[in-house]
């Protein structure tokens, strides 16, 4: 194992840097596919099966995001967090209503526009 990197203190076997880079690097992959269908799903029907996923997709996100960034911050980052998170944080089921409300104003705008 230590030939491939690996160190075991007291008992304890931690992965190669590079290997953690690498996961990194593929679960932020995954993260932007979730975060575009959740883009996609944004206004969806309230009750919805859509809106189920767009819940689903949401918890996956923060706890993600959580593990991912525990002080909030995208190292580098110019903000605390991202938009992407604070957006999504309003799919969250106890904040669906400030979502409907963008959604329905969204929906007048293009209606009044045909």
Known sequence: MKELGYTNEQGIWSSPPVAVAYLASVADVMRAFLVKRADELFCCVEGSPEERELEAIADALEAYEAQRWPLGK?????????????????????????????????????????
Do not use: M, N
């Open 74 to 114: 995208v190292p580098g980052g110019k903000a605390s967090g991202d938009s992407y998170s604070l957006l999504l944080l309003q799919t969250a089921p106890h904040a669906l209503w400030p979502r409907r409300e963008a959604c329905a104003s969204a929906d007048s705008q293009v209606v009044s526009a045909i």
